[in-house]
């Protein structure tokens, strides 16, 4: 009987086998890891370009939704040095919340009024006057001038404390003056004509019985300042009168030319932009306004440097940290201004 062990032997991996496997798993292990950190930089940078884009835009676009709206005033005409078609009844007596001529003054305060570098990273800020663009016409039942109330169709966004602006446009005589009333909601009823109307109870009488050649419009004053955010992260604030929100986070810095028509009688078109300081008490000449936001990524360590960008037109600017920033600016016609020639 022949040994088994004799015609077979085991035979094992030597030294210098396992060195050299060792070291063709290092390198296929070497080139996972880089694979899978260049796709984490990409992706990581991809998204903060994506954040950036997005919240720029955003911020922007709500901007200048509002400036546009900046001294709306509806189908009348109305002229801060003449305000006698205007019955204003806003004031610490009348208002069930309390007054603040900064917020609640539409008449002696412009449309516009623009602050420079009293926010955070030296920012500016502005403040809008003026109606939203909702409106809604005035029905029956017709209440008497004395009678502090109205009827309008649906106006399901009017909520008590709100602000309105009451206007006839003359529809039914072209011989009387357009007139409007500023009064404070006190009540809103949803249900009437089976939620077809809006009931409105209001802080004063009206100066007059408005029928259903009147409409209404709610008026807004809005600020936007740059501060620092719930998170810590500098952020675009927006305030409708005295409630302030946190509206797009990331914003590290915002700037705000101002258009002003300089001609001699104005063309209602701007000359040239200059910042609050040299617009001075003359806002009423600003006709449209460039927006400038600074925009920075969330996370940092985005980039593999920090980023070298330019801001107003300067000298480029070396970030402090290794974020991605991106400039957006806007320039926004003020609509209830601009003219033609």
């Not at 602050?115 to 500016?124: K, V």
């Not at 072209?174 to 939620?195: N, P």
């Not at 501060?227 to 409708?240: E, F, H, M």
Request: net charge negative; proline share 4%; aromatic share 6%.
């Amino acid at each position: 009987m022949k040994n088994i062990h004799n015609q077979t032997k085991q035979l094992g991996i030597s030294m210098v086998e396992v060195l050299v496997a060792l070291i063709i798993s290092l390198f296929l292990l070497g080139g996972i890891v880089q694979v899978y950190v260049g796709n984490k930089t990409t992706f990581a940078f991809t998204s903060a370009l994506a954040e950036i884009q997005e919240n720029g835009r955003f911020a922007v676009d709500m901007m200048s939704q509002d400036l546009r709206l900046a001294g709306e005033w509806g189908c009348i005409n109305f002229d801060p040095s003449d305000t006698s078609n205007v019955n204003n009844t806003l004031s610490a007596a009348t208002m069930i919340s309390p007054y603040n001529p900064i917020l609640h003054d539409f008449e002696s305060r412009d449309g516009i009024e623009g602050t420079e570098n009293d926010g955070l990273n030296g920012s500016d800020s502005i403040t809008i006057r003026g109606g939203k663009t909702v409106q809604a016409n005035i029905v029956s039942p017709f209440s008497a001038a004395a009678t502090p109330g109205i009827v309008s169709t649906r106006a399901t966004s009017l909520d008590v404390n709100d602000i309105l602006l009451i206007q006839r446009c003359g529809a039914n005589d072209l011989l009387i003056d357009e007139e409007a009333d500023i009064l404070q909601v006190t009540g809103v009823d949803h249900s009437l004509a089976g939620s077809t109307k809006t009931g409105i109870t209001l802080s004063a009488p009206k100066s007059q019985q408005y029928q259903n050649d009147a409409s209404l419009i709610e008026l807004q004053t809005v600020t936007y300042t740059i501060a620092a955010g719930a998170s810590g992260q500098p952020a675009l604030w927006r305030a409708d009168f005295a409630t302030n929100q946190e509206l797009v986070e990331g914003v590290q810095e915002m700037q705000i030319l101002y258009g002003i028509d300089t001609d001699i009688p104005g063309d209602q078109f701007p000359n040239r932009y200059v910042d609050s300081t040299l617009v001075g008490a003359n806002f009423q000449n600003v006709v449209a306004i460039r927006v400038m936001l600074l925009v920075r990524s969330i996370d940092d360590f985005v980039t593999e440097a920090p980023q070298t960008y330019t801001w107003i037109g300067g000298a480029p600017i070396t970030a402090p940290d290794r974020r991605l920033y991106q400039v957006f600016s806007n320039t926004i016609a003020l609509r209830n201004r601009i003219g033609s020639l």
